[in-house]
Each structure stands twice: as structure tokens, then as C-alpha cells.
């Protein structure tokens, strides 16, 4: 997991591993995602085909954020764990989720409420009066709407030592179950994928553990990097569209196409920009932000 890279000046890069690379390409499929022109009343049959494709294929990146996410919690687990070890455990994951999810939802409030104010007619009926409830802003929506995985992987690691019971005494049985359960509409699926990656975690299959552990060809920082976009993606992504909707009203599919790609590139680079600069300047603040990463 910590391997170097020697540099040409002495010094050494930290290598990501395959992990570190996966977790940059969803974050990229997500950004995408929400970059896609869906919740907009125009369109063509071309451009309704292309997002449709889009979605389809982004589909996948939250779940297996989940696995990943699962995976990662149960990486040293002990054969035996001791109490202690779940507490250890939990109260790390609440500095590194539940911190951010507060920080970043203030700022999304923050941001909302000065749009109310300057521009109402932008975000008219999207959240109508929910955003003066604290308890909706905070957790139930939040007003961040991507952060839902942010809550929901807090819930699933308080559930963590019943996962690991499941998953050590039932091994992929019980994750099936978990997983028929979350079809029939009766299980979250958090819960499902979150327990797929402790069972493989759990359970190692040596061939999937050398591979993930191997050289991604990203460095270890991109791990803040990610989670930074992540959290602070949504908002940005989805006023910029939207601005370019109302400024360019586009008719044609080029055009809404090169609105959808200018959307999802803008967002992108102005929170990499944003990012790296905090990270020169404030890097203590933006170990915070990004709970510690």
C-alpha cells in the first residue's frame, strides 16, 4: 500500500495503488453524472440517447464506493477483534465523515441561502421550504444532496460489527442474502455493497489482493483530491449547467452536448484549482476539510 517512487531530485513520490486509481476514475464518472443534462426541459433524441448512455454507464460508481468503502474498513480486521477495535475504528470514521459532511453542508447552506437571495428565480421549487429545517439540511437531505453516501457510510460503519459477524460466519451467504434483500425493496443497498467489500476484505482471494495492492499510477495524494470533488461537486456542477442553459438556451444537440462537457470540464478544474491552492496556503484547513486524508 505504501510504496515509493524515487524521484530525480532525491526526493520520494508516494505511489497509489490500484485502489487509489479506481477511486480517482469514479469520482470522475460521478462528477459526469451530475453533469448530465436530465433535469432540464430541453433536449433531442440524439442528446436523450447520449445521456441516457451516460447514466447507464455512471451507474456503478457509488456502489462500488460501497465496496470500497467496505473493503477498506475491514483491510486489518483481526481474526478475533477485540471491542476495542470497533470503537478505534467508528471514532476514525467519524473524524474523517462526519466532519466534512457538517463542513460541507454549511458551506452548500451557506451558498443556498445568498442564491435565495440574489438569485430566486434559479433555484426556484428545488428545495422549496425544507432548507429551513436543520435536521433536512444536516442529514435528511442534506441540503448537499450528494452527501447521502457520506451519511449512509456513517450509518453502515456503526452496523460494522454486525457486519463483520455476518460476513465472518456466513461468509458470501450472507451477503447474498443482504444483496436479495436489497432487491426485494427491503434492504438499503449501503448495506449490501458496504458488506460485499468486508467479505472481500474478510475473506482475501489472493489474486484480487495482489492486483488491488499493485501500482495505479496515481500518487497517494489523490486520495484528498477525490474526496474533496466529492464533496464539494454537486452544487457547483449543477449552478453551472444550469447557468448555461438559461444563458445559451441551446436548440441543437452540438449544443447541448458542448454544454454538458463544459459543465462537467468547469466544475472539475475550478475545484482541483481550488483545491491545490487551499492545500498550498491552508493545508492544516484542508486536512480538515478532507477529514484528514
Known sequence: ?????????????PKGNKIDLIRVILTIGIVLRHAALVDMSVGTPVFDGIMKWVLL???VCVPLFFVISGYLFFRNVPEDPPSGWFWNKIRSRFLSLFIPLI????????????????????????LGDRWKDPLFVFWKGPINLSLWFIRELIIVSILSPIIYLIVRHFRWCGVILLGLLWIAKIGPAP??????????STWKIEPIEKWLASNGGVSVRSRAWTYFVYLYHYLLVVSIKKALVVCLSPTNTIQLIGIFLLSFVAALGILSAVYYLMR??????????????
Open 103 to 126: 463542513i460541507a453542508n454549511c458551506i452548500a447552506f451557506g451558498a443556498y441561502y445568498l442564491a435565495i437571495k440574489q438569485f430566486p428565480s434559479m433555484i426556484d421549487g428545488f
Open 57 to 59: 454507464l455512471t451507474e
Open 191 to 200: 448495506l449490501f455493497f458496504f458488506s460485499a467489500g468486508a467479505c472481500l
Open 280 to 293: 498550498l496556503l491552508t493545508p492544516r484547513v484542508t486536512r480538515i476539510i478532507v477529514g484528514g486524508k
Open 1 to 13: 500500500m505504501g510504496q515509493e517512487l524515487q524521484g530525480t531530485a532525491g526526493l520520494t513520490a
